[in-house]
């Protein structure tokens, strides 16, 4: 066979994926599971304010890893733009994984985007309704992601970064997602 003709399917996707969470995480601890599935997103502020520009995207999410983690993939602008489109300066396309850290009572986060060189490390942890991540970009600077807004079939997705000056909070981006029908292309 060759390398190329190789069926991910039955190699790597399915060592990867995982049907459901692990036994030994507790139900009060799944803070990602709910995100399994396919979502579109509204794009309102990306590095700048994109209020008036619109900008959509994807998200894909799935347990991986004998189910101790949550793996997504976060594409702007979707798969069907940047193949129909030259790619803008401002796209993403990048991936979380979200591992379940039994000894720390939380989940370990990191995202990478390799077009950009973006790597974010942080921990998830649920605070009140909403589900916080905290941590720091690759440069050290501090960085709140938050899951707000939540329901089964949407969220709002905000990610914040504390400005130079140590005090403010800058927004670096806002997602408002949808989750989309079974009907619907993945």
Do not use: C, K
């Amino acid at each position: 066979m060759n390398r190329l003709e190789y069926n991910l399917d039955s190699g790597f996707h399915a060592a990867l994926s995982a049907p459901a969470r692990a036994a030994d995480i507790d139900a009060a601890d799944d803070l990602y599971g709910w995100l399994i599935g396919s979502w579109d997103m509204d794009v309102v502020h990306y590095r700048v304010d994109l209020g008036s520009a619109r900008r959509r995207g994807e998200i894909h999410f799935s347990w991986v890893l004998e189910g101790r983690a949550v793996q997504d993939v976060w594409i702007m602008p979707p798969l069907t733009a940047q193949r129909d489109a030259p790619t803008p300066g401002d796209a993403m396309y990048g991936t979380t994984l979200r591992v379940w850290d039994p000894a720390l009572r939380a989940w370990r986060v990191t995202y990478l985007n390799p077009r950009t060189g973006q790597r974010d490390e942080l921990v998830g942890r649920r605070i009140g309704e909403h589900l916080v991540q905290i941590g720091t970009h690759a440069d050290g600077t501090p960085i709140r992601w938050n899951f707000t807004d939540i329901t089964p079939d949407s969220f709002r997705w905000t990610g914040v970064a504390l400005a130079q000056d140590g005090v403010t909070w800058t927004l670096e981006a806002e997602f408002h997602a949808r989750r989309r029908s079974s009907s619907q292309p993945t």
